[in-house]
């Protein structure tokens, strides 16, 4: 912990551990049973490097599993995490009542498993209501340090009063940290668009105007270091001391989709086209209004269209709000992970964008009811909504499925197909047992 002031609360110095399928409970460091592998169970592909992946258990034990794989290998980018808001009410894809200091370790726990994880320029994003976001900002200054800070951003989620309320709440908080402090982050995070009338169209593209901005950036990174040819024939490599903005495979996408432009006739060195929608150049204010990037309801309208024989989902965010984050905070090709998926809006965003992703989500029924249809949907371009035209998304990628089951409770160490296993028996991602090593 940073500094002299500190949260306190019954049982802080116990870890908070997964048991069964919803509860938690604090273990003691020396519990015989954290010495036991956890069980997974594996769909699809085994996990490589590019793999993004949808983890059915709990987001502390998933991150486990994958420190053991090459997931994790190049770092995250960015963490989006929506949990439950504590409000101690019940809604009916999920329950929000934990006492206040389960919450707190819950929160802590996850937060401080994937600090390791996280490249030096990352970033963090805690969306919260008013109920626990006083708390988890001190709990986030211990796990990150008070210099991690960077701002408190403010969303409209709903442009709707409530008149039976003292107050019409109509905002939620996303608090944003950066391992490596403002002052520094802010010089690898993206920017938000210019006045789209500097847009030009030189080449006739049938999207319309666009602006350029250099396929390089800084630093040294392996993956990122590759010959390109130019249309003139010359080879190029990136200048010293920086990399291509993206892997080969990201770069080879962007040029089969004409995303790519070589200025002095073909002879230049690459440039990225960014169409009006993806010029990026002003810092990003605070409060980030309905009309820019969504509301709850936009969420629910999206969801209801693509299942609208199942009750909405309670509580979705919509994907402009996920682009805007995901945009701020990272790079084509690099990875986004997402702790509590819920219906799935970081990974299909992030998708969408081209970004990795790993997403967790622990009921195993939502997975089926939203998380998993929805992302093959992304897959297989029959997904029409939020952001699809914007990014002028038409299907593509892959992902992998695992479950994860907990230590603690009723599921301990029982060694039998999941419900989730049965569900996709003889899908396309077919069925392998593995036994991950603790770590």
């Keep these: 912990m940073s500094g002299s002031v500190e949260l306190v609360w019954p049982n802080k110095g116990l870890p908070l551990h997964a048991s069964g399928a919803t509860s938690y409970t604090w273990v003691q460091p020396d519990d015989a049973a954290l010495r036991n592998p956890l069980r997974v169970e594996t769909f699809g592909s085994a996990l ?67 600090r390791p994880l996280l490249r030096e320029d990352a970033s963090v994003w805690l969306h919260l209501d008013d109920s626990e976001v006083h708390r988890a900002r001190v709990v986030m200054d211990e796990v990150f340090g008070e210099a991690a800070f960077v701002a408190s951003v403010v969303w409209q989620k709903r442009t709707t009063r409530d008149s039976r309320a003292a107050f019409s709440s109509n905002h939620d908080t996303i ?25 030009r169209n030189r080449d006739d593209d049938p999207r319309g105007p666009w602006s350029d901005a250099p396929f390089t950036a800084p630093g040294y990174r392996k993956a990122q270091q590759y010959d390109i040819v130019t249309p003139s024939g010359s080879i190029v490599q990136p200048p010293r001391g920086r990399s291509w903005y993206a892997t080969e495979k990201t770069y080879l996408d962007l040029l089969a989709e004409d ?74 090709g690099e990875l986004v992970v997402d702790l509590f998926a819920g219906s799935g809006t970081t990974a ?82 077919g069925t392998k047992e593995n036994q991950a090593r603790t770590a």
């Design 259 to 332: 995303r790519i432009w070589f200025p002095k006739g073909g002879a230049g060195m690459p440039r990225i086209k960014l169409f009006a929608h993806q010029l990026r150049g002003l810092v990003p204010f605070t409060v980030w209004g309905s009309a820019d990037v969504g509301t709850n309801d936009d969420a629910k309208r999206h969801l209801l269209e693509l299942f609208p024989d199942r009750p909405v989902f309670d509580t979705p965010k919509p994907e402009e709000l996920l682009e805007r984050i995901i945009h701020v905070a990272s790079n084509p």
């Design 175 to 199: 608090l944003v940290y950066a391992p490596s402090g403002p002052r520094t982050w802010k010089l690898s995070r993206n920017l938000l668009a210019k006045d789209e009338a500097l847009l």
């Design 348 to 429: 299909a965003t992030a998708h969408k964008m081209r970004r990795r992703w790993v997403t967790v989500e622990r009921n195993t029924q939502t997975v089926l009811d939203f998380t998993l249809p929805r992302l093959q949907r992304v897959v297989n371009g029959e997904d029409r909504g939020g952001i699809t035209g914007q990014v002028a998304w038409t299907g593509g990628g892959s992902f992998e499925v695992l479950h994860v089951t907990p230590r603690f409770g009723t599921l301990a160490g029982v060694h039998r197909p999941s419900v989730l296993g049965k569900w996709l028996k003889g899908s396309a991602f």
């Design 48 to 114: 490589r490097s590019t793999s993004n992946v949808l983890a059915v258990g709990d987001g502390f034990d998933a991150l486990e599993i994958l420190r053991d794989t090459n997931v994790l290998s190049d770092g995250i980018r960015a963490v989006y995490i929506d949990p439950p808001f504590n409000t101690q009410k019940t809604f009916n894809h999920y329950g929000d009542s934990l006492a206040t200091p389960m919450w707190l370790s819950m929160m802590r726990d996850r937060l401080a498993a994937l």
